[in-house]
């Protein structure tokens, strides 16, 4: 079978491997699509701190079952699945506390484990999630980022009917979250300095969405929000000026998610932080309930996942998505790889 292996930062090798088989408590999963994040582009050009090369790349992963092993209940050749690429130690305290996505010795497939970037991929029957049949292979693909959003959103409790949402920044996390906090019920001002992004975010039913690079945030969220404000801000770039704005515009008592990777680390206006009772809130990855969840939103329609893939390659040409990426200057949204 071909795998697509990153050899060094911006070379990608085609290789020829043995196919895989399951072992007694694995599934092997035939993949059909794979998209590319943020996360990988760090990786692309040797940005990422905890990847080493060479690495099989991907973790946004559609597929079908191949074959299962022995032990495997619940799943047959031709199901569509998508699967959590996190693999934990199961010993630490998170893990034995039902926390196993911020395990002490976490690793993630297509990071510091071999990813889905081949014909052939085994994992562990208990990682791997049946998608409904009526379900696309690009929508299936689109589960874990998905995933990552409805976990952001439990971290603040969730989110309710008529709560007035700020999400700051327009990427592919970013619009998922507000998407997924739209689908709720809530009222949702997104921003960006894209013009493009906020399109999409547009063009995918959110409420409002400000460039913050023409139109001041303080009036701006006044107008939308009411006098109120948010009462929910989610930060989704990780950059420091957007995570001073989360912190300078919060309404007092308002909880922050830091759902953006910050490459740099920021500097926080902490005062403000403890004299408005401020809360701020991490989160990392998922757990099944979220990929449950995200999974349950897609199959239902609840979301825009087509309006957000702007490119599409054949896996023969994974190198060139890369260079494509690089080529729109930040318009782009989903990058998505086909292996059929």
């Known amino acids: 079978m071909q795998q697509a292996v990153m050899t060094a930062p911006g070379r990608i090798e085609f290789r020829d491997v043995a196919?895989?088989?399951?072992?007694?408590?694995?599934?092997?999963?035939?993949?059909?699509r794979i998209g590319i994040c943020g996360s990988d582009i760090h990786v692309f050009h040797g940005r990422h701190p905890y990847t080493s090369y060479p690495v099989v790349q991907g973790h946004e992963v559609a597929g079908v079952v191949a074959e299962v092993?022995?032990?495997?209940?619940?799943?047959?050749?031709?199901?569509?699945?998508?699967?959590?690429?996190?693999?934990?130690?199961?010993r630490c305290y998170p893990c034995a506390h039902g926390q196993h996505h911020?395990?002490?010795?976490?690793?993630?497939?297509?990071?510091?484990?071999?990813?889905?970037?081949?014909?052939?991929?085994?994992v562990a029957a208990d990682q791997v999630l049946r998608v409904?049949?009526?379900?696309s292979l690009d929508q299936i693909a689109m589960v874990e980022p998905v995933a990552v959003a409805v976990h952001a959103l439990a971290r603040a409790g969730g989110v309710l009917p008529?709560?007035?949402?700020?999400?700051?920044?327009?990427?592919?996390?970013?619009?998922?979250?507000?998407?997924?906090?739209?689908?709720?019920?809530?009222?949702?001002?997104?921003?960006?300095?894209?013009?493009?992004?906020?399109?999409?975010?547009?063009?995918c039913g959110i409420d409002w969405a400000v460039n913050t690079s023409q139109e001041d945030l303080r009036p701006a969220i006044r107008r939308y929000l009411g006098p109120d404000r948010a009462d929910l801000v989610l930060e989704c770039v990780g950059a420091p000026e957007t995570m001073a704005q989360a912190v300078a515009h919060a309404r007092p008592g308002t909880t922050i998610v830091v759902v953006g990777v910050f490459g740099e680390p920021p500097t926080v206006d902490l005062a403000r932080?403890?004299?408005?009772?401020?809360?701020?809130?991490?989160?990392?990855?998922?757990?099944?309930p979220d990929y449950e969840q995200a999974i349950e939103?897609?199959?239902?329609?609840?979301?825009?996942?087509?309006?957000?893939?702007?490119?599409?390659?054949?896996?023969?040409?994974?190198?060139?998505?890369?260079?494509?990426?690089?080529?729109?200057?930040?318009?782009?949204?989903?990058?998505?790889?086909?292996?059929?």
């Not at 409904?132 to 379900?135: F, S």
């Not at 087509?306 to 200057?329: D, G, V």
Request: hydrophobic share 50%.
């Open 19 to 32: 196919r895989p088989a399951a072992a007694a408590n694995q599934v092997l999963i035939q993949v059909k």
């Open 69 to 90: 092993g022995d032990q495997v209940m619940g799943l047959a050749p031709g199901d569509p699945v998508t699967f959590m690429p996190q693999i934990t130690c199961g």
């Open 102 to 122: 911020i395990c002490e010795s976490l690793r993630v497939m297509g990071f510091q484990a071999p990813g889905a970037a081949q014909e052939f991929l085994p």
């Open 132 to 135: 409904p049949g009526h379900v």
């Open 162 to 203: 008529g709560q007035r949402v700020l999400v700051l920044g327009a990427g592919t996390i970013g619009n998922l979250v507000a998407q997924v906090a739209h689908a709720a019920g809530a009222a949702v001002l997104i921003t960006d300095v894209s013009e493009f992004k906020l399109d999409k975010a547009r063009a």
């Open 273 to 288: 932080v403890q004299n408005c009772e401020l809360g701020l809130v991490g989160t990392l990855m998922y757990q099944k």
């Open 297 to 340: 939103l897609v199959a239902g329609g609840k979301l825009c996942l087509e309006e957000m893939i702007t490119h599409r390659f054949p896996f023969a040409e994974y190198r060139q998505a890369y260079s494509a990426i690089e080529a729109a200057w930040g318009r782009y949204l989903k990058v998505m790889i086909a292996l059929d």
